[in-house]
């Protein structure tokens, strides 16, 4: 069974359109999925804290014709799973790093810990912000990037990605240039900021500049009600989770992810025009590799 065909896959891609209620009845089943396939309709409504009509709508809103049809599938993806052969890999969130651990454990703790993040991701991308941020970039006249510390590797990732699909992509490391650049942006511009936290002074500041000059603002972070929110149009959370040790070690790869995203969203909004530029530019560094 590919990923995209689990239940799971399925909530976690329709969650950021559900209505809240239906969001208790979807965190329920993502977290006791295996009690679901027996449940009734009755006690599903009343474990999940919302009436019975709210459980048919979420049902509905996942593409079911009834909640019969629904714990059908729920059974059916269990009997799959029972078939494969799958080793038990624990998602350890928080998880905590000790002195004594078995150094071989560390490279299924780290992916499993990714992928639980990553599935966190799923939920809180909006699609209608998601394509409202392609479609700012894809029309900027010039686009800067602010961050601090971690992030500086995605917003270079970034800005590379723009830059050979031939747009118009700034990023400054110093953060005097930043709040300098983003004093000087025009409506027609971009501003991007990248903080996990959300709460980074330089990256704030930088928005908060670029968004009183009349700059079209998009943030990059990992919480809705971080301050960084308060200077955005647009916001791509990362996750609302926090994770293994502290914020730095795991606030790239959404990052990344997000940036990733938004390059295919873009060469999707206009496909040929993007597609040339990169032959292009491809051409150009061709000479760079070995033969």
Not at 81 to 102: A, C, F, N, S, T
Not at 235 to 256: K, M, V
Request: proline share 2%.
């Amino acid at each position: 069974m590919q990923i995209e065909d689990t239940m799971g896959f399925l909530i976690r891609s329709k969650y950021s359109l559900l209505r809240d209620s239906e969001k208790k009845v979807a965190d329920f089943v993502l977290g006791r999925g295996e009690l679901c396939r027996t449940i009734s309709l009755e006690k599903l409504a009343k474990q999940s804290g919302v009436s019975q009509p709210t459980v048919v709508r979420f049902v509905k809103a996942l593409g079911y014709q009834s909640f019969r049809q629904f714990r059908y599938r729920l059974i059916e993806e269990a009997a799959d799973r029972y078939q494969r052969e799958k080793p038990d890999v624990q998602i350890m969130y928080g998880y905590q790093l000790e002195q004594l651990e078995g150094i071989e454990q560390v490279p299924s703790q780290i992916v499993a810990t990714t992928v639980a993040m990553l599935e966190d991701m799923q939920k809180s991308i909006v699609p209608g912000e998601f394509k409202t941020a392609v479609q700012m970039l894809a029309g900027a006249r010039r686009i800067h990037l602010y961050c601090v510390e971690n992030s500086a590797a995605v917003a270079k990732d970034l800005q590379t990605k723009l830059l050979y699909m031939g747009m118009d992509c700034r990023y400054d490391e110093d953060y005097y240039i930043q709040r300098i650049t983003a004093a000087a942006m025009t409506p027609e511009d971009v501003a991007v900021g990248i903080s996990y936290s959300g709460q980074s002074k330089d990256v704030v500041d930088a928005m908060k500049t670029a968004k009183k000059v009349g700059a079209k603002t998009i943030a990059i972070t990992n919480f809705k009600k971080s301050l960084i929110g308060k200077w955005s149009d647009v916001l791509l959370c990362g996750s609302q989770e926090q994770h293994f040790y502290g914020d730095a070690i795991f606030s790239r790869a959404t990052q990344i992810v997000i940036v990733d995203m938004l390059y295919m969203g873009i060469i999707a909004e206009n496909y040929w025009k993007r597609t040339k530029e990169l032959d292009k530019n491809s051409h150009i560094i061709r000479d760079k590799a070995y033969k």
